[in-house]
């Protein structure tokens, strides 16, 4: 199953800078995607989503921007900090369709390892 | 801050044995869910459930896994005869309304269960 994909296993930024994740998907279907942070032994913590009706939301430090009809997402952190190293998942949902055959059920990427140095 | 738990934190069990696993969704929602991460692999929906009934389940969702909701306030996953392949850990999620334009799944901290 590869309707979410995210490229980038890992990704390493300097304390201060932006960190950059993205995420691709290919099921037209998806109306709302989210962005999770897991630490190891935990499970995933929401973080940021947005509905396919906009382009862009932002909450403090994060920032995801939605761009529907190149079917990517990407997610910003400004500035990054060294709290922020954790996996980041991107996840997506049809949401509840007319046909009653999907009910808000997530797809998630692979992940991304963010680490951020001192 | 309300949260979802889940208990056990760790099972271990031999296969084929019987394993539930419990969860306690936050009080006011009304959507539930379980996902599994085998080690190194993606996160996976296995099943949602509404109104006391499933909603849907995937194809990993076969007849060895069942949920329930037995009170108010827990919501149980069953696997009646553990296999190798069900090693994983198991996530429990709910959320307060399942419009997904404007809802999110909340996500207790996970049981890792290892069937030896």
């Known amino acids: 199953d590869q309707q979410v994909k995210q490229n980038s296993p890992s990704l390493s930024v300097q304390e201060g800078r932006i960190s950059i994740l993205n995420c691709d998907y290919t099921?037209?279907?998806?109306?709302?995607f989210l962005w999770y942070k897991k630490y190891p032994a935990e499970g995933p913590t929401f973080l940021i989503s947005?509905?396919?009706?906009?382009d862009k939301n932002e909450d403090g430090r994060f920032t995801v921007f939605l761009n529907k009809s190149a079917k990517h997402l990407s997610l910003h952190i400004v500035p990054s900090q060294p709290g922020d190293s954790a996996v980041y998942f991107c996840?997506?949902?049809?949401?509840?369709?007319?046909?009653?055959?999907?009910?808000?059920?997530?797809?998630f990427g692979q992940g991304t390892i963010l680490t951020v140095h001192p | 801050e309300p949260e979802v738990t889940q208990t056990p934190s760790h099972q271990v069990t031999q296969m084929g044995q019987e394993v539930i696993l419990r969860c306690v969704p936050i009080s006011n929602h009304l959507y539930f869910y379980w996902y599994r991460q085998i080690l190194g692999q993606k996160v996976e929906f296995l099943v949602s459930f509404y109104n006391n009934e499933i909603s849907e389940k995937s194809e990993i969702f076969d007849d060895q896994f069942s949920v329930e909701r037995p009170d108010g306030s827990n919501f149980t996953l069953k696997i009646r005869s553990t296999k190798l392949e069900d090693s994983a850990m198991y996530f429990c999620?709910?959320?307060?309304?399942?419009?997904?334009?404007?809802?999110?799944?909340?996500f207790g901290p996970g049981t890792r269960l290892t069937v030896l």
């Open positions: 996840a997506a949902s049809e949401g509840v369709n007319a046909g009653g055959t999907s009910y808000g059920k997530l797809t």
């Open positions: 999620a709910s959320s307060e309304a399942m419009m997904a334009t404007t809802d999110t799944q909340y």
């Open positions: 099921n037209s279907m998806f109306d709302y």
């Open positions: 947005i509905s396919s009706i906009k």
